[in-house]
């Protein structure tokens, strides 16, 4: 067993409270988001529909210059982005439902304005029916995911180790719904189908890595009980399961941030330099990535000794 370095379960509550305070302004900007947005997040036109334009200009318009635009035309939060059709570059734009005629001609007079001629290639409208049943798949797909590590976990190791890995995954995720009710709030922050996406992907990571910090913890139970010298008053004692615990997590602490630390870099060039269409979806896998990786090592392993402690303080109120 290798010696302690950081005594992690000892401030659990710590860690917990932490947990708390993260995920309270977000709680209260998904009930703000019910209220404001008759939704727990503000939707994208994924989910409420909306009108889909396709422009060639006569010469070079960078998609940051047509978001502006768009801002100014009074249709915040629409999507950019950029294609090819017949060889020949195209900007598409993501709107809300253009309904008002004058609107689109603001919108047209403006982008002349600023950019140039231009030709219009399409303008469609985007039926909202997509959103339920985008909502329902991606609600549908998640509760699949809960309940088949849940079984998984339990024949794996048992069954108190998946409720707790259930706990840390439903930490991340209401995490990062409530960090992005409060964007939605502050900056018009809108989510779409990839978010859900993100949230899968989320899941998937944070999962691995509470397996990880779980399985050692499962190899190394059978040292629960055993006998250890106190390092600091030198002392021999009884090893409890938190100290077992305690142990397998520092024994894969570093394993957990490198891994994590990759990954981190990695979505944070993106973010700073993989241009505006996918920031919001980069932002989203991020933030997740972060809370799944403070879930694995300060949550998940701390919960699962919390649920020993009052199993065995039962045990003995009835013994």
Known sequence: ???????????????????????????????MCLQQFHAPLKLGIDFTGGSILQYQFDKPASLEQVLTILDQSGLPGSQVQQAEIGGK??????????????????????????????????????????????????????????????????????????????????????????????????????????????????????VHDTIVVFDRIRENAKYVGSKATDPTRGGEYRKTFGDVANDSVNQTLARSIYTSLTVIITLTALFLLGGITTRDFVLAMLLGVISGTYSSIFNASCLLVVWREIKQGRKVQTA
Request: hydrophobic share 55%.
């Open 89 to 206: 570059e195209v900007v598409v734009m993501r709107t809300r439902a253009l309904d008002d005629e004058q609107q689109k001609r603001k919108l047209d007079d403006n982008l002349k304005a600023q950019l140039g001629d231009f030709k219009v290639l399409s303008v469609d409208k985007v039926s909202a029916m997509i959103g339920p049943e985008l909502l329902q798949s991606g609600l549908v797909a998640m509760l699949i995911t809960f309940a088949m590590m849940v079984a998984y976990i339990s024949y794996r190791f048992k069954f108190d180790y998946a409720i707790c890995a259930i706990i840390a995954l439903f930490h991340d995720v209401l995490a990062l719904c409530g960090i992005f009710a409060i964007l939605g709030l502050l900056l018009g922050t809108e989510v779409d189908s990839l978010f859900i996406s993100a949230i899968l992907t989320v899941i998937g990571f944070s």
């Open 1 to 31: 067993m290798n010696k302690l370095s950081v005594d992690l379960v000892k401030y659990r509550w710590l860690w917990f409270g932490i947990s708390g305070a993260i995920l309270l302004p977000g709680i209260v900007g998904i009930i």
